[in-house]
């Protein structure tokens, strides 16, 4: 595979551009830290509670959660609230509207300074590299799109969202189904096969396969070891032509 066969090379981002120590030693602790302030102070939107009753009733009729944080009453109990949106956090659910509460909670650690992004350095000379061949950038993780520009803007190289077209989350649909990629290049409006996808996650390289979209899968430093597959495989982006 060779960069110019493609229009758009679409990124993940948690051990692909940025340490997955990053997202579970900083990020993930910090929401955790801040969330009951968060929610104490009154900042939910009504149609994130609405969500999480529905995701909470779930988990705890399969026994996942003790609590119910809807009471008889039809109130939302905040303190089991809490402890349901940490349990969320500690077992990686990747939960829509954690994933919103998650995205407010870290703008407001990267705009006070409490927090800066780390990305692997050979990350802004390839966005520099992919700008100059005109190929677009497109971006795709399973946090939020504002949690994702927060990452790239505030980063230990400065701000990077200038190299980035698009950016994409979960209303597209999971990162190992295949509709998902078919969506993305259905708002990009690019043929799937002009698309080169990386992530460090087999299943999510399959999920693009089946779309018709080419994808290397990056073997890191920390990242978990992969099953057996025929991918091409990147340590990093350098070594990409």
Not at 19 to 33: A, D, N, R, T
Not at 53 to 58: A, D, K, L, Y
Not at 62 to 78: K, M, Q, R, T
Not at 107 to 128: N, R, T, W
């Amino acid at each position: 595979m060779k960069l110019d066969d493609y229009s758009v090379c679409l990124f993940d981002i948690e051990g692909t551009t940025t340490p997955i120590s990053f997202v579970h030693e900083v990020l993930f602790p910090y929401s955790k830290e801040k969330i009951s302030d968060f929610i104490l102070n009154g900042n939910l939107d009504p149609k994130i509670v609405s969500d999480l009753i529905s995701e909470n009733r779930n988990d705890t009729q399969e026994g996942l959660f003790s609590a119910p944080i809807l009471g008889s009453d039809h109130i939302v109990n905040l303190t089991t609230l809490v402890s349901y949106l940490q349990y969320l956090i500690r077992v990686d659910r990747k939960s829509k509207p954690l994933k919103e509460i998650q995205g407010q909670i870290w703008k407001v650690g990267y705009e006070k300074g409490e927090l800066q992004s780390i990305l692997f350095a050979d990350v802004p000379d390839f966005f520099i590299r992919l700008e100059e061949r005109k190929i677009k950038i497109a971006i795709y993780s399973s946090g939020s799109v504002e949690a994702q520009k927060y990452i790239f803007r505030h980063s230990n190289f400065g701000d990077l969202t200038k190299y980035i077209s698009f950016y994409f989350d979960t209303n597209v649909g999971g990162k190992r189904n295949k509709t998902s990629y078919l969506e993305i290049s259905r708002q990009i409006d690019i043929n799937p096969k002009s698309i080169l996808f990386f992530t460090d996650i087999k299943e999510e390289a399959d999920a693009a396969k089946e779309a018709g979209v080419a994808a290397f899968i990056l073997e890191r430093e920390g990242n978990h070891h992969q099953p057996n597959h025929f991918y091409p495989i990147l340590k990093d982006f350098s070594t990409i032509l």
